[in-house]
């Protein structure tokens, strides 16, 4: 991975919780949420990261924002390891990296008015007046499409994707260049669902952003994202651009994924991969590749031994000992 040429790098980051029994809080174990996963992520680009829920991206994405501290491995922003950043590098990087939510509501305080809501990070990093902090307001919430005239009302006097539109004004209040949209569409109606990604994109080119954007379904992320990560159980099983990781899937979770997204026509109906087994627990990852109780492709070779994530081709890499030809 060349490191001059993203805005993020992810090295060999790993999050482990501690299991913990007992009076003595005696340690029994580790779940591996985020298990030794690299990427990178380009200036400009939205990189979509996908997996079931408790595959470890919302773990990843904290770490990542240095909300959770990571067990090992590194964290760059712009060339800097965000974990070993002063205090006041530090206040820098969180005006430049910001999150939206998944659950507006719940990640809206519903006590205060919107105004103070879209505020808020101003009035924590910058020294404004209030009529220069009400300005901004106004400016925030015509960009994200809202009646600026609204702006002294309550979070539950907005629908859901207008209140996840309060959330992204939030995000952009400080200018920042780097946001995790962590499932940021998923509660929402399909139809909300594009217009609020189509916000994004439409903001994202005004303001230069890059997105790392989560979500647990392959369908949501191909609008949007100009390559994808597919997780599973802590791990990256396959990166790749989003076009070619549509047409032709290498890992065999990657392909599952893909045939759950519903189909136009019933004449495909049949090719849905319906997965054996449930999924694994984290605390105790079966051996080999995570993947083989319910891989219908598993061999015995996969029972023992961890496939990498090797690079296949341009942009192209999988972590399968048997990729799909
Ligand atoms: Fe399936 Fe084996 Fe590939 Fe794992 S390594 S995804 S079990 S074929």
Redesign the pocket.
């Known amino acids: 991975m060349s490191s001059s040429s993203y805005l993020v790098e992810v090295n060999n980051v790993k999050k482990y919780f501690p299991i913990k029994t007992g009076l003595l809080n005696r340690v029994i174990g580790q779940v591996k949420a985020v298990d030794d996963v690299s990427f990178g992520i380009r200036a400009g680009e939205t990189f979509g990261l996908v997996g079931e829920s408790g595959c470890g991206k919302s773990t990843l994405a904290r770490v990542l924002l240095n909300l959770k501290s990571a067990t090992g491995g590194e964290i760059k922003y712009a060339g800097r390891n965000i974990h070993t950043a002063g205090n006041r590098e530090l206040r820098k990087l969180r005006e430049e990296m910001q999150i939206i939510f998944q659950d507006p509501f719940g990640s809206l305080n519903p006590r205060f008015l919107v105004k103070d809501l879209i505020s808020e990070p101003l009035r924590v990093h910058r020294r404004m007046s209030e009529q220069e902090m009400d300005n901004r307001v106004v400016e925030l919430m015509e960009m994200v499409g809202l009646d600026a005239s609204r702006r002294n009302r309550y979070p539950h006097e907005f629908s859901g994707g207008q209140r996840q539109r309060i959330g992204i004004a939030r995000a952009i209040a400080l200018n920042p260049k780097f946001i995790v949209a962590d499932e940021a569409v998923s509660a929402l109606d399909v139809s909300v669902q594009s217009q609020v990604l189509n916000l994004m994109m439409k903001l994202q080119k005004e303001l230069g952003l890059t997105y790392l954007f989560i979500a647990h379904g392959l369908n949501v992320v191909r609008h949007i994202s100009d390559r994808v990560g597919v997780m599973y159980l802590g791990k990256m099983?396959e990166v790749g651009k989003t076009e070619e990781l549509f047409a032709k899937p290498l890992?065999?979770?990657t392909s599952v994924l893909l045939s759950a997204i519903p189909k136009p026509t019933t004449e495909h109906r049949d090719e849905r991969i319906i997965l054996q087994g449930d999924v694994p627990s984290p605390a105790n990852p079966p051996s080999?590749?995570?993947?083989?109780p319910r891989?219908?492709?598993?061999?015995d070779?996969?029972?023992t031994e961890e496939?990498q994530l090797q690079t296949v081709s341009d942009e192209r890499q999988v972590?399968?000992?048997?990729?799909l030809q």
């Open positions: 099983v890992h065999p979770y080999g590749c995570r993947f083989h891989c219908p492709f598993a061999q070779r996969c029972k496939p972590a399968c000992h048997f990729p």
